[in-house]
Structures are given as C-alpha cells and as structure tokens.
C-alpha cells in the first residue's frame, strides 16, 4: 500500500505521462484491490479478470481527471475511492450489456414493497457478509454492492442502472433481509443450537 503520498504522486505523475514503470508499480499495488472489487459485482473470475484490466486501461487513460488533493486526510483512500467508482461502474456496463440487471427488474414493476430499515446487518462481520454476498440474486448483489460497499447513493444506483429509485430501495431491502436470514442460518449449529 501507498501511504507516502509524494510516491502516490510520483506514481500518478509517471502514469500521467504514459511511463510503463509507473504503470506497472499501479497495477501491481492495486490489483488485488481492483479484483476484490470486481469479484463483487461479477462471480466469474475470468471475466472479473479480464473487467480488472479493462479497468486499469480507463485508469491510464484517465488519470488526469483525478485530483489528489494536499489537503486530502487520506490521499490512499481517495485514490482507492476513485478506481474503485471506475471499476464497479465498468461492471455496471458489463452487465448492462449482458441485459441481466434490466430483465431481472422487469418482475418487480411499481409495485408498493415495505422498505426495511433495520440495522441487524451493521453487527455482521465484513468477511460473512462477502461471503454470503455470493448467493443473492445478482440484481440484488448488484444493488447492495453499490449502496452499502461502494457508497453509491439511490439516486446514483437508479441512473447508472436505469431503473426506478424506488426499485433501487426494494433490492436493497431484499438484499438485507435475504442475508440476514442467510446468516442467522449459518449460526445455528450441527445441534440446532446458536454457536
């Protein structure tokens, strides 16, 4: 990782002006990071494989729209922000191209749904999350993904998505009731007992 931020800069300035150094010390820092990120969105390594290098590609080939700020508390966890927006919106065409985000919310038109607004999921560990992540439908993965990991607003996930605001808080609410039944599941023990 890149706490020192004259190297972050030197890195960006080096990739600014197209220096294959300095786009191998990126990709090889933030690779694993750009992967854990993709791998959200699409459950296929070889296409969050191939989606990471696509990634990267936009990040070259846009670096000089980032702006790393002096005042920045953590110039890290800005430029980490940044790629991580152009990655999952990467995923978003991806799917989009595939149509799979649109069929699915095709089922779920107007209608009024409850929207759910428990906070049961904030106690859950970062690592069962992901791991349970992996099971919900990919609209809802999708959705939940951008709102609670990535920090994607309704209004943003609506959008970049094309659907309906209120669609976007329905997934969401399934998403959380759907892992939250998932984990409480994944409690109880061999006995029937909670461990």
């Not at 152009?86 to 799979?100: E, F, G, H, M, V």
């Amino acid at each position: 990782m890149l706490r020192n931020l004259p190297k972050l800069k030197e890195i960006i300035a080096g990739v600014a002006d197209q220096k294959n150094a300095s786009k191998e010390v990126m990709y090889k820092t933030y690779y694993g990071y750009l992967m854990a990120v993709t791998m959200r969105y699409i459950n296929n390594r070889s296409d969050s494989e191939e989606l990471v290098n696509d990634t990267f590609i936009k990040i070259f080939n846009h670096i000089t729209q980032f702006q790393l700020l002096a005042s920045a508390i953590d110039p890290e966890k800005t430029f980490r922000g940044w790629m991580a927006k152009i990655a999952s919106r990467n995923c978003i065409d991806y799917l989009r191209k595939r149509r799979t985000i649109n069929e699915e919310f095709d089922d779920i038109g107007e209608q009024k749904h409850p929207q759910i607004y428990s906070r049961a999921l904030d106690q859950l560990y970062v690592e069962d999350i992901l791991k349970l992540l992996n099971t919900l439908p990919e609209s809802q993965r999708i959705i939940f993904n951008m709102f609670e990991i990535e920090g994607f607003s309704h209004d943003e996930i609506s959008k970049s998505l094309g659907i309906p605001e209120n669609i976007c808080r329905v997934y969401l609410g399934r998403a959380k009731q759907k892992l939250r039944k998932l984990y409480n599941e994944s409690l109880i023990v061999e006995d029937g007992t909670y461990g």
